[in-house]
């Protein structure tokens, strides 16, 4: 199958350098030049327009920022959707609400495409290492169709129902991760306020029933005041966004996100949106000068 690839961020390149690793024939588009022309250096065919990546490919994985950038790669800006997602499968990678994910399969079915939502757990090491989990919904057809595309970025799949529940549960997994992190810096912070060794620290929890993956790799970061970005932090924020309204619309509480999200929303006040979400540990340090 010719499989594309739509959007090489901090996240997408490294998904589509696993892809052309593994032999696959892949064509991939993304607005600046830089990473397309990486991509072209591994054997991938790089294009300069979306319109040209829908024809060269029979599915195409998009990993998108936003709303915007999909709706622009799709063409739903300029009403050439059906044109484009014709005998297609798109599978949107991407994170969005449950709303806009669910508007999007209906277009896309009706163009005569179909549509699988994979959202993924994980950040940029993950996706270099292709230990990415993705969560499935869509037809069960369409979601058998992507799973060997997918799996050359992934340790694990797993189906979730229907459009949009994979969305959904991306964002339930994003608040325990935004909360998770916001909650690791607080109590780094109150250690080195103690006169705790930090680095001791990250020992006993390495140690510990607390020790996680993400954990242990946000803390590396703050112990070491690394924050080159893996995950970065005007992305959380944005997920955050996407969090707190889907709560909202679901009636349900979100209060640890909403202060977490505060603490994430300060780092970009101070310059730090392109940083690791790691750096909200130095929210507790400057604002406390």
């Known amino acids: 199958m010719r499989l594309g690839f739509a959007g ?15 032999g696959q024939d ?16 591994l ?79 994980g950040s940029r090491g993950p996706a270099e290492r292709g230990t990415l989990v993705a969560m499935l919904a869509g037809d069960a057809e369409a979601v058998e169709r992507s799973r060997p595309l997918l799996a050359p970025m992934c340790r694990e799949m797993r189906v979730i129902g229907p459009v949009p529940s994979a969305t959904a549960m991306k964002l339930a997994v994003n608040l325990y991760l935004i909360a998770t992190i916001a909650s690791l810096a607080e109590a780094a912070n109150l250690a080195v306020a103690m006169g705790v060794n930090l680095a001791l620290f990250q020992e006993i929890i390495r140690s510990g029933p607390l020790r996680s993956d993400v954990a242990m790799a946000k803390l590396d970061k703050m112990v070491r005041r690394d924050f080159s970005p893996e995950a970065a932090i005007k992305d959380v924020c944005k997920n955050a966004a996407l969090v707190s309204e889907a709560a909202a619309a679901a009636g349900a509480d979100a209060v640890l996100l909403d202060r977490s999200r505060q603490l994430f929303e300060a780092v970009i006040d101070d310059g730090g949106g392109a940083l690791d979400m790691a750096a909200v540990s130095t929210v507790f340090r400057n604002h406390a000068r």
């Open 8 to 22: 090489l961020g901090l996240m997408g390149e490294p998904m589509a350098a696993r892809l052309r690793h593994a």
């Open 26 to 41: 892949l064509t991939v588009y993304n607005r600046s030049a830089p990473p397309r022309a990486r991509l072209a250096a």
């Open 43 to 121: 054997g991938a065919n790089a294009v300069d327009t979306p319109k040209a990546l829908f024809a060269a490919c029979d599915a195409i994985i998009l990993m998108l920022r936003d709303d915007a950038a999909a709706d622009f790669v799709l063409g739903r800006a300029d009403a050439s959707l059906g044109d484009r997602v014709a005998g297609k499968l798109i599978i949107n990678m991407g994170t969005h609400a449950p709303g806009y994910s669910r508007a999007l399969e209906t277009e896309i079915h009706a163009g005569g495409g179909a549509f699988v939502e994979a959202p993924v757990s």
